[in-house]
């Protein structure tokens, strides 16, 4: 079996917090480890579908194309590179010389965070630590982009968000490097290590 190593993407699985103090980790965090074992054993990966993820990659192209024209990115374009080091591990959407870009795209208008303050969905904030630690960058952006939703996609009616001014369809959080998150990170990983050793032994 490999050496375990976690996922950007996954990180926040090791970051909650366990209900019994005397517990190293979580119900999650151990809930997320036993599904990596079986993977790791069976050979497969679980795969999880849903309209929202399909929609997410197959407009990620246009996302990135979209928001770097409005936003001024020189040369954005979809990064194909994985990084790994002993703890972890991803591949980031877009690298620039000075950051990081994450794009999600919402499914639609009134799932697209537009008056939101804070990230939505904290598990992003993590991840890119994650990438920003694995490429050396110290900021990132994360971005939420709202792009028209591919026909197929939907039985309802299809929204066209083409003649929307960007700064409706565009918003963006930045995120600076934490090295604590980092450390507290590649802790779980050590300590999720000695889970799966005493599990499998």
Not at 147 to 162: G, K, R
């Amino acid at each position: 079996m490999k050496q375990f190593k976690i996922r950007a993407s996954a990180s926040s699985s090791l970051m909650t917090k366990p209900r019994n103090k005397n517990e190293v980790l979580s119900k999650t965090t151990k809930s997320y480890i036993d599904q990596w074992i079986k993977e790791q054993i069976y050979g497969v990966q679980k795969n999880i579908k849903s309209k929202y993820l399909d929609k997410g990659n197959q407009v990620e192209d246009m996302a990135i194309d979209y928001a770097g024209q409005e936003k001024g990115w020189l040369f954005a374009q979809k990064n194909d590179e994985f990084f790994e080091d002993e703890h972890f591990c991803g591949t980031p959407d877009v690298i620039l010389d000075d950051k990081i870009i994450d794009i999600k795209s919402s499914w639609d208008c009134f799932t697209f965070p537009l008056f939101e303050e804070d990230i939505p969905n904290k598990a992003y904030y993590y991840q890119l630590q994650v990438y920003m630690h694995l490429t050396g960058k110290r900021k990132a952006e994360l971005v939420y982009v709202l792009m028209n939703t591919p026909e197929h996609l939907t039985y309802e009616e299809s929204h066209d968000y083409s003649e929307i001014n960007s700064k409706y369809r565009i918003k963006i959080y930045p995120i600076e490097y934490d090295e604590e998150v980092i450390k507290n990170l590649q802790e779980k990983v050590e300590q999720s290590r000695q889970y799966i050793n005493e599990i499998c032994n």
